[in-house]
């Protein structure tokens, strides 16, 4: 969807660095989400917040940490405590409530150097 | 937590032909189930979902039904064609959470 923005689009990390992955969205949906995609595995999910200021760890969190300080903005960041970063991440936001559709982003590939 | 297992990995039908997914889930208090479709390299697309209280839903080509009582639900594809190639995914949600939880995807190649 046009409203969800992902960048930068291929990302390289080095050992021990860490790196953020940008996600905005002008959709004013209050929900938004970080998935994990490995080969064969499907999404994951790493952390949702579904308001500003708050947000809850997802099934596959370790190594990763959130920020949601405006509506529109859910950066993630891979820390070097994230031993097998190299994957395809995508972000998504929904609207108010469970259950609302999400909308995905055209995502981000992390490879490692 | 909701597991949600699909079946199978890999179809491969004829264009013409209908292809079949089938997922299931744990959770019994599970009430969304939508479906996203994804081609390769590219974002997943919402393409139909279904809710609780409906046991089947329709969009020209493509209809979903949900079996409660079994906790599993399929996605019916029909009249396929070769723009029908992709990566496919069944979802599950409940009203505690507004996570997805996924299936791990049924790659879907027609060939005319």
């Known amino acids: 969807d046009g409203g969800i923005t992902q960048s930068p689009k291929y990302l390289f990390r080095k050992e021990g660095q860490n790196v953020t992955l940008s996600c905005e969205q002008n959709?004013?949906?209050?929900?938004m989400y970080w998935y994990r995609q490995d080969p064969g595995q499907g999404l994951r999910l790493i952390y949702y917040?579904?308001?500003?200021?708050?947000?809850q760890k997802g099934d596959i969190a370790e190594g990763y940490s959130v920020s949601r300080e405006k509506k529109e903005s859910f950066p993630l960041t891979v820390t070097s405590a994230q031993k097998n970063p190299t994957a395809f991440y995508l972000c998504?936001?929904?609207?108010?409530?469970?259950?609302?559709?999400?909308?995905f982003g055209d995502g981000t590939r992390l490879s490692i150097l | 937590g909701e597991n949600v297992e699909q079946h199978p990995s890999t179809l491969s039908v004829q264009e013409g032909d209908s292809a079949v997914i089938k997922c299931t889930y744990s959770d019994s208090a599970s009430n969304y189930f939508p479906w996203y479709k994804q081609e390769l390299g590219k974002r997943p697309q919402l393409i139909i979902d279904i809710r609780s209280n409906v046991g089947e839903k329709k969009d020209q080509r493509i209809a979903v039904t949900l079996n409660k009582t079994a906790k599993h639900f399929s996605l019916h594809i029909t009249e396929t064609q070769p723009e029908d190639s992709a990566v496919y995914f069944c979802?599950?949600?409940?009203?505690?959470?507004?996570?997805?939880?996924f299936g791990k995807g049924t790659s879907l190649l027609v060939t005319p």
């Open positions: 959709l004013n949906h209050d929900a």
């Open positions: 998504a936001s929904s609207g108010t409530g469970a259950n609302q559709p999400q909308h």
């Open positions: 917040s579904q308001i500003v200021n708050d947000f």
């Open positions: 979802a599950a949600s409940t009203n505690s959470g507004y996570a997805l939880n």
